[in-house]
């Protein structure tokens, strides 16, 4: 089957870094995409979104960049905060279907005061 | 206040036993899913369903059970045909079922741990 995948598995930043964390997605029918944060313990929480016929799409301090020519998507966080730890997913979708969203495996991002 | 409420938090099952998972929204959403998430690892889908009294199987369904007689519940069993259970449970929902952008709304999830 098709795979969302995550270059990286995990990423350590200063504090008042900016973090960049990729995607690779397969599916080039995609057309959906999504990023979650997910805190230890909890429920994955909505990020930002974007969909295909977008190639960048900005949310307060983070952005969403999509390259639709290698598949890959990226979700950029400026001036990274303690709380900015987390796992991120990414997750895609093929909208003209009926199937869910696939998630990647995620990656862990740890804030360094 | 609205939202996905999961219960119990945490969950242990003896061998052999079935335990069933709980899941209420009331977002008044039509879709709900279930994932497991094992530990450093993504989101596996169970089952999802997209409208009341209909469910389909999702990757790894095996061993599982759900039901969607009402559309703020969706509960899952997890049968003793599941050899290891042990991992953490995530109910979502979304407002639409399916063929649209689809924004999941994620509960607080459920650790089920096998005693």
């Known amino acids: 089957g098709e795979n969302v995948g995550l270059h990286l598995p995990t990423l350590s930043v200063q504090e008042g870094d900016n973090s960049i964390i990729n995607c690779a997605y397969s599916?080039?029918?995609?057309?959906?995409f999504i990023w979650y944060k997910q805190e230890s313990g909890k429920g994955p929480q909505f990020i930002i979104d974007i969909r295909s016929n977008m190639d960048k799409r900005q949310g307060q301090r983070v952005t969403v960049l999509l390259n639709k020519t290698v598949k890959h998507l990226s979700l950029q966080i400026a001036a990274t905060q303690p709380g900015d730890s987390a796992v991120y997913f990414c997750a895609e979708k093929l909208t003209s279907g009926n199937t869910p969203l696939v998630f990647g495996k995620g990656t862990r991002l740890s804030v360094i005061a | 206040d609205g939202g996905i409420t999961q219960s119990p938090k945490y969950l242990f099952r003896k061998e052999g036993q079935n335990v069933t998972l709980s899941c209420e929204q009331n977002l008044n959403h039509d879709a709900m899913y279930w994932y497991r998430q094992d530990p450093g690892q993504g989101l596996r889908l169970i089952y999802y369903?997209?409208?009341?009294?209909?469910?389909q199987k999702g990757d790894i369904a095996e061993g599982y059970s759900v039901s969607r007689e009402k559309k703020e519940s969706f509960p899952l069993t997890v049968t003793s045909a599941q050899k290891n259970p042990t991992a953490f449970y995530l109910c979502?929902?979304?407002?639409?079922?399916?063929?649209?952008?689809?924004?999941?709304?994620f509960g607080s999830g459920t650790q089920l741990s096998v005693l």
């Open positions: 599916n080039s029918a995609s057309d959906y």
């Open positions: 369903s997209q409208i009341v009294n209909d469910f």
């Open positions: 979502a929902s979304s407002p639409r079922g399916g063929g649209r952008n689809e924004k999941l709304f």
